[in-house]
């Protein structure tokens, strides 16, 4: 059965930078597109980019655009979020999520237990 | 960017008693309309793809309609384990999808 497991909680200073893995396995690693949400603490979903698995394309939200890049492995079978210039509003809950069928423009089907990011100085 | 847009921020419904929760998009989406369900702790849960059809392993009890720009969710009998916060998304103007800010559901 397909399964995300996401890595651990992280704790930085502001300005450091993060970078969240994605170990997805039950599938075919290169048929499904992976995307990034993050929940800030009490907020709702803000949605951050997408990865294609196959040929490494990326596109990222405006909102994070300069700040994140998404990456995948394909010997592992893992996805990897980095998120730069980490500030305290950053803090949140990081979750990458799976589309449930094959194509780039679907719901997520599949979702990681979430990385927990604090930024505090 | 299309804006989703969810009512009522909290609805407060008995056991038992249906639950409607709304959706609107600031543009036609067609049936491109996700629901997820997510309760404390926990990693949303796709509930509803394509505006009216239930994942896997989904209980009868939700349904969900609606097409263009107006979307419904409903649950026809709450269950204790159905009190929990309610997201839709669009995936039809993309990207990004784009995700309403939630219907908390809980106990009346």
């Known amino acids: 059965h397909v399964q995300l497991v996401q890595s651990g909680t992280e704790v930085k200073k502001p300005g450091a930078s993060v970078k969240v893995s994605c170990k997805a396995s039950?599938?075919?690693?290169?048929?499904?597109?992976m995307h990034w949400v993050r929940q800030a603490p009490g907020q709702g979903l803000d949605y951050m980019g997408i990865?294609?698995?196959?040929?490494?394309?990326?596109f990222y939200s405006q909102k994070f655009q300069g700040r994140v890049t998404m990456t995948r492995d394909m010997s592992t079978g893992t996805f990897y979020m980095e998120l730069r210039g980490l500030r305290s509003e950053d803090t949140a809950m990081y979750y990458c999520?799976?589309?449930?069928?094959?194509?780039?423009?679907?719901?997520?089907?599949?979702w990681g237990q979430g990385t927990l990011v604090i930024v505090s100085s | 960017e299309i804006v989703m847009t969810q009512s009522p921020a909290t609805l407060s419904v008995s056991p038992g008693e249906r639950a409607t929760l709304s959706c609107r998009a600031s543009?036609?989406?067609?049936?491109?309309l996700a629901w997820y369900q997510q309760k404390p702790g926990q990693a949303p849960r796709l509930l509803i793809y394509?505006?009216?059809t239930r994942a896997t392993g989904i209980p009868a009890r939700f349904s969900g309609s609606g097409s263009g720009t107006e979307f419904t969710l409903t649950i026809s009998s709450l269950q204790s384990e159905d009190f929990a916060v309610y997201y839709c998304?669009?995936?039809?103007?993309?990207?990004?999808?784009?995700f309403g800010r939630g219907t908390k559901v809980d106990i009346k």
């Open positions: 999520a799976r589309v449930l069928l094959p194509g780039e423009v679907e719901a997520f089907g599949y």
């Open positions: 039950g599938y075919t690693f290169t048929s499904y597109y």
């Open positions: 990865i294609n698995p196959s040929g490494g394309s990326t």
């Open positions: 543009q036609s989406i067609s049936s491109n």
């Open positions: 394509g505006a009216s």
């Open positions: 998304q669009q995936y039809h103007n993309w990207p990004p999808e784009t």
